[in-house]
């Protein structure tokens, strides 16, 4: 087992506690109400579940998964692997996106900058503008998505937010200062 898979598992096995530790929480806040209305637990409750039920099958499936050899190893015999191992740390540095690490750190910083902005704006726009711009600016500066096409993407996102948050479930969401939705 390489350094970058127990790292994945370490990570793994954290995400799903804190997805364990979200059920037992939303559990304390109940997930249906006594009128048979959705409870505040519910929403907690069901992302820790999944949440907690995805890495612990990301940990059974890299625990059970076996090295494979490339061609070129068994072509070559066993020595191969140490040779084509660094070989094989550059290729897999690269996502199916074409993205190298350091392209995805930068990514990841900038979503956490927007995300940061989001929520200083969720007082004034509201919950829906601010989560709008948020989906806005992540398609078009940082996955360098076409105008029509995220603006497209951010409006059916809203609309299927809306339905849930507001219509399904009835939540109220923070309005902001401007109080428009």
Do not use: C, H, N
Not at 104 to 115: E, F, G, N, P, Y
Not at 161 to 181: E, K
């Amino acid at each position: 087992m390489t350094a970058v898979s127990r790292v994945a598992i370490g990570t793994s096995v954290l995400l799903a506690l804190i997805g364990i530790g979200a059920v037992i929480g939303g559990l304390g806040y109940g997930v249906i109400e006594e009128d048979g209305l959705i409870g505040p637990g519910f929403l907690p409750t069901l992302a820790g579940g999944l949440v907690a039920v995805f890495a612990i099958g990301d940990v059974i499936g890299r625990l059970r998964a076996k090295p494979t050899l490339s061609e070129a190893e068994i072509i070559l015999g066993a020595d191969a692997g140490e040779v084509l191992a660094e070989e094989k740390a550059a290729e897999s540095d690269i996502d199916i996106f074409g993205r190298d690490q350091k392209q995805r750190t930068r990514m990841l910083v900038a979503v956490l900058a927007i995300l940061i902005v989001t929520l200083l704006l969720v007082p004034v726009l509201g919950f829906i503008i601010s989560f709008a711009l948020m989906l806005l600016a992540i398609a078009i500066f940082v996955e360098k998505r076409k105008w029509l096409p995220a603006l497209a993407v951010t409006a059916a996102a809203l609309a299927v937010t809306y339905l849930i948050f507001v219509v399904l479930l009835r939540v109220p969401l923070p309005q902001g200062l401007i109080g428009i939705i």
